[in-house]
């Protein structure tokens, strides 16, 4: 959540970098930047950006597996030995003698 103390002008950013820097790597916490008293962009250090790309791919992959689970649920889906023959047939991929 943005508090208000994470709230500066672009100004003020470009001023005082170094703090501002020093600030986002010890919180964690983004900054939003205003230009002209309007947000305009957010800053925030790469470890804190990166927490933050891999929590949307674990929500999009459990939202994903959740369809997929409906799906089946509703009769939707293929047997898995099905999948398998259309996909040899269709990309010519021989069957293993191991398997």
Do not use: C
């Amino acid at each position: 959540m943005i508090q208000l103390g994470d709230i500066h002008s672009l100004t003020d950013f470009q001023r005082n970098a170094r703090e501002h820097i020093e600030r986002l790597k010890q919180t964690g916490r983004p900054e939003v930047l205003t230009v002209n008293g309007k947000a305009e962009i957010v800053v925030q250090n790469a470890e804190s950006y990166q927490k933050l790309l891999d929590a949307i791919d674990r929500a999009e992959a459990i939202e994903g597996i959740r369809k997929g689970l409906e799906q089946m649920d509703a009769g939707l889906g293929r047997p898995l030995e099905e999948f398998d023959d259309y996909m040899r047939r269709k990309y010519n991929i021989p069957r293993s003698e191991n398997v």
